[in-house]
C-alpha cells in the first residue's frame, strides 16, 4: 500500500499525541523523545564512510553537498554527525555547514565526538584533562552548528565510574550552558550490561539523556532487555542495521523488534540510520528501505 506524505504526517501526529498522553504523568518521560523531531528518520553520517569526503571525486559528496543529498536523493532530514565527517573545526566552515543545512531544511541534531586516544576516565589528571579539553571544544562545534546534543565516546575497558562520572558531568555543566546536552551510548564497555546506560545516565544526574544503539549490544538476550529499558527516556537512536542478506533479509537480530521496543516505550524519533555500503548505489537503496519501513511501522 502506498502511503502518501499527508497520510503519514497524519498518522504520525495521531501517535505521538497518543504517546504524549499515555505519558503525561511522567515527567521525565515527557522531557524524551523530542515533539519536533518525532515521526523523523535521519542518517549517522558515519553510515556514509567513503562517500562523505573532504575532497570529492566522481560520485562522491563533501559536507557541505549532504543536506542537499539529503533532501534531494534520501528524502530525510535529520543528520547525526560523527566528528571524523567534518573537514575541519574552523568556524567559518561550520557556519557554511549549517547554512547549507538549514537551505536545504536539513538539521544537525547530534554530535558523536569519536576522536580517538582521548581518555576521560585516566587516573592521570593531565591526560584527563587534556580529553576535557577535546570534548569541549566538540561541544563548541556542536553548538555552532545547531547541535542539541553530543556524546563523548565509550571506551572498550570498564572505567572507575567515580572518574567517570565526574568527567561526564563536567561536560554536562559545559554543554548546558551552551544548550548542547550530553547523550550515553551502549557502546565499548556497555555492551554487555543492559542495565548500563540508565544507570549512567542517572549518576550524572543532570542535562544528560540515553541514546540507544540497536546494534551495539552484545547478544540479543541483553539487545531487547537493554533497549526495553534505555528507550524509556531515549531522546534520539542509533537505528543500526547490519549487512543485508541477498533476499533483503536482516540474520543478525530482529529489526522490526527493536522498532516495536521503541514505540511501546513511547520513544517517537528521530530513528537516524546507521548503515554502510562501499557501492553508494546499494547503499542508498538500502537506507531508503530502512527508511520506509520505520515510516510504514510508525503509521
Same mark, same amino acid.
Given at each position: 500500500?502506498? =502511503?502518501?506524505?499527508?497520510?503519514?504526517?497524519?498518522?504520525?501526529?495521531?501517535?505521538?499525541?497518543?504517546?504524549?498522553?499515555?505519558?503525561?504523568? !511522567?515527567?521525565?518521560?515527557?522531557?524524551?523523545?523530542? %515533539?519536533?523531531?518525532?515521526?523523523?528518520?535521519?542518517?549517522?553520517?558515519?553510515?556514509?564512510?567513503?562517500?562523505?569526503?573532504?575532497?570529492?571525486?566522481?560520485?562522491?559528496?563533501?559536507?557541505?553537498?549532504?543536506? @542537499? =543529498?539529503?533532501?534531494? $536523493?534520501? !528524502?530525510?532530514?535529520?543528520?547525526?554527525?560523527?566528528?571524523?565527517?567534518?573537514?575541519?573545526?574552523?568556524?567559518?566552515?561550520?557556519?557554511?555547514?549549517?547554512?547549507?543545512?538549514?537551505?536545504?531544511?536539513?538539521?544537525?541534531?547530534?554530535?558523536?565526538?569519536?576522536?580517538?586516544?582521548?581518555?576521560?576516565?585516566?587516573?592521570?589528571?593531565?591526560?584527563?584533562?587534556?580529553?576535557?579539553?577535546?570534548?569541549?571544544?566538540?561541544?563548541?562545534?556542536?553548538?555552532?552548528?545547531?547541535?542539541?546534543? /553530543?556524546?563523548?565516546?565509550?571506551?572498550?575497558?570498564?572505567?572507575?565510574?567515580?572518574?567517570?562520572?565526574?568527567?561526564?558531568?563536567?561536560? /554536562?555543566?559545559?554543554?548546558? *550552558?551552551?544548550? =548542547?546536552?550530553?547523550?550515553?551510548?551502549?557502546?565499548?564497555?556497555?555492551?554487555? +550490561?543492559?542495565?548500563?546506560?540508565?544507570?549512567?545516565?542517572? /549518576?550524572?544526574?543532570?542535562?544528560?539523556?540515553?541514546?540507544?544503539?540497536?546494534?551495539?549490544?552484545? +547478544?540479543?538476550?541483553? @539487545?531487547? $532487555?537493554?533497549?526495553?529499558?534505555?528507550?524509556?527516556?531515549?531522546?534520539?537512536? +542509533?537505528?543500526?542495521?547490519?549487512?543485508?542478506?541477498?533476499?533483503?533479509?536482516?540474520?543478525?537480530?530482529?529489526?522490526?523488534?527493536?522498532? +516495536?521496543?521503541?514505540? %511501546?516505550?513511547?520513544? %517517537?524519533?528521530?530513528?537516524?540510520?546507521?548503515?554502510?555500503?562501499?557501492?553508494?548505489?546499494?547503499?542508498?537503496? *538500502?537506507?531508503?528501505?530502512?527508511?520506509?519501513?520505520?515510516?510504514?511501522?510508525?503509521?
Amino acid at each position: 500500500m502506498t =502511503v502518501t506524505r499527508r497520510q503519514f504526517g497524519r498518522a504520525v501526529a495521531g501517535g505521538v499525541a497518543m504517546g504524549l498522553c499515555s505519558r503525561s504523568a !511522567d515527567k521525565t518521560l515527557l522531557a524524551a523523545s523530542p %515533539r519536533d523531531l518525532a515521526g523523523e528518520v535521519g542518517i549517522t553520517s558515519s553510515s556514509l564512510s567513503g562517500h562523505l569526503v573532504a575532497k570529492p571525486k566522481s560520485g562522491q559528496f563533501s559536507m557541505l553537498d549532504l543536506p @542537499r =543529498v539529503m533532501r534531494d $536523493e534520501l !528524502d530525510m532530514r535529520v543528520i547525526d554527525l560523527n566528528t571524523s565527517s567534518l573537514a575541519s573545526m574552523d568556524k567559518a566552515y561550520l557556519d557554511q555547514c549549517r547554512e547549507a543545512a538549514e537551505k536545504a531544511g536539513c538539521k544537525f541534531t547530534n554530535l558523536k565526538m569519536n576522536q580517538r586516544n582521548v581518555d576521560m576516565n585516566s587516573p592521570d589528571e593531565a591526560t584527563r584533562r587534556n580529553a576535557i579539553d577535546i570534548y569541549k571544544a566538540s561541544i563548541d562545534v556542536a553548538s555552532r552548528l545547531g547541535c542539541r546534543w /553530543a556524546r563523548p565516546l565509550p571506551l572498550p575497558e570498564l572505567p572507575d565510574m567515580k572518574i567517570h562520572v565526574t568527567s561526564y558531568q563536567e561536560l /554536562a555543566d559545559y554543554g548546558a *550552558e551552551r544548550n =548542547v546536552d550530553m547523550l550515553v551510548e551502549n557502546y565499548g564497555w556497555m555492551q554487555g +550490561d543492559s542495565d548500563s546506560v540508565v544507570k549512567l545516565v542517572k /549518576a550524572i544526574g543532570r542535562s544528560v539523556a540515553p541514546c540507544p544503539d540497536t546494534g551495539n549490544w552484545n +547478544d540479543n538476550d541483553i @539487545r531487547y $532487555e537493554g533497549l526495553a529499558k534505555t528507550f524509556p527516556t531515549a531522546v534520539t537512536c +542509533d537505528y543500526k542495521a547490519k549487512a543485508f542478506g541477498p533476499n533483503g533479509e536482516h540474520t543478525q537480530y530482529d529489526l522490526q523488534r527493536c522498532f +516495536d521496543i521503541g514505540w %511501546r516505550a513511547g520513544f %517517537r524519533g528521530p530513528w537516524c540510520l546507521e548503515h554502510a555500503n562501499r557501492d553508494r548505489k546499494t547503499l542508498f537503496r *538500502e537506507l531508503a528501505r530502512l527508511r520506509d519501513m520505520l515510516r510504514g511501522w510508525m503509521v
